[in-house]
């Protein structure tokens, strides 16, 4: 498989976000050439995987790769595969300490999501694996291509699209799981890849 790798300086098409209460976009979390260097490592570096999953009985490829990162003892059950820790890769883990810095969480572990261009997405779903304790924050980290973040109210129906941008962070803070619902919709005509770094803290 084939990628290009990324050279943006800087991209950022929200203009001005308003966030419904539970969500912090920090549009220039990263240096924009700190991440490119982190993109283009983490995409020849990582182990990269594509699990299946089952929906009503059939077998799936899911459409993006993973991986899965965190402290050695941690685990992430996916698919009914069991995914061992083995310790961070330096660059996550620094990414990891200032994204902890500046959302005062802890965090213990990464789901690393590639999406190799715009027919890659990821569907509606919360995250809310019990390992994840009852009311989690969750962390995005994204990297490369700008893809449209989509979250939607459980009750209410309402749709929000955030543009995650090269070198950004989101925040979901606790609370947000319960009452909503968010999503990576494909994008056909992106041809270019993105990479987003998950924080979370799992409790095994
Ligand atoms: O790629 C993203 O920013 C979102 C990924 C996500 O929702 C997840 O890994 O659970
Ligand atoms: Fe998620």
């Known amino acids: 498989m084939q990628f290009d790798l990324f050279e943006i300086d800087s991209q950022n098409s929200n203009k001005s976000i308003k966030l419904p209460r539970g969500f912090v976009y920090v549009p220039n979390f990263m ?35 993973q991986s899965w990162m965190g402290e050695v003892g941690t685990h992430y059950q996916y698919s009914g595969k069991l995914f061992e820790s083995t310790g961070w890769e330096q660059v996550v883990f620094d990414i990891k300490t200032r994204a902890e810095k500046l959302t005062k969480k802890q965090f213990n572990s990464a789901l690393i999501n590639l999406y190799r261009d715009g027919q890659d997405k990821m569907g509606w779903h919360a995250d809310d694996e019990k390992e994840l304790g009852l009311s989690p924050a ?41 009452s909503y619902k968010h999503a990576i919709p494909a994008r056909k005509k992106v041809e270019r890849s993105r990479i987003s770094l998950t924080f979370r803290n799992i409790i095994n």
Do not use: C
């Open 31 to 65: 240096d924009p050439l700190y991440a490119n260097d982190a993109f283009n490592y983490l995409l020849s570096n990582l182990s990269w995987q594509q699990p299946t999953v089952e929906v009503y009985g059939k077998k799936h490829l899911v459409p993006r790769l």
């Open 138 to 178: 969750v962390v995005t980290v994204s990297l490369g291509i700008q893809r449209t973040f989509q979250f939607k109210h459980n009750i209410e129906g309402e749709t929000f699209n955030l543009e995650l941008a090269h070198g950004s962070l989101l925040l979901m803070k606790p609370g947000v799981q319960a």
